[in-house]
């Protein structure tokens, strides 16, 4: 009974640990092979998404006329501020939640359906490597991914993003 027990637990083991580093698809130091999972919070839904993107902002860049006489002057100046989407993969799954949260933005309650959510970046240990924190965010689109059957992409739009660690 103690060599079955073993043995299931060595196959259980071996599965999940192929298929963790089978579902990560990014590199956090460019060539170390470490792979980064995605822990999502937004509104009452939690889910593990296996690819995020998009994580960031960006000012746009205003172009003025330094000295009015002199129109080959020119300086930048910080224009508006624009958080970029969030866009997250994950394999499908029975859950309705991400549906459910776009059908309240697609029915015009997008008020209601904007929260704030964070995000966890963690390592194939399972060791929190970085966290987000977004305001207002909502699913801007839902993707069931036609060249990779299967997989769900969310993109998520928000007001602000801000790097927690």
Known sequence: MKTTSRCISIVLGTLMASSASAAATQDVAGDSGVSVYYEFNAGGISTY???????????????????????????????????????CSRGLTKSMDF????????????GRARVDATLIAYDQTMTPIAEWSFSRVWPASIDFNETTP???TIV??????????
């Not at 549906?99 to 997008?110: A, K, L, P, T």
């Open 49 to 87: 998404f296996t690819d995020c993107k998009g994580i960031g902002s960006q000012n746009e860049v205003e172009r003025v006329r330094g000295n009015p006489r002199e129109e080959s002057v020119t300086s930048t100046i910080v224009g508006r501020l624009l958080v970029k989407n969030l866009t």
């Open 99 to 110: 549906w459910n949260w776009r059908q309240q933005v697609v029915s015009g309650r997008s």
């Open 150 to 152: 299967g997989k769900e």
């Open 156 to 165: 998520f739009a928000a007001d602000q993003v801000q790097r927690l660690r």
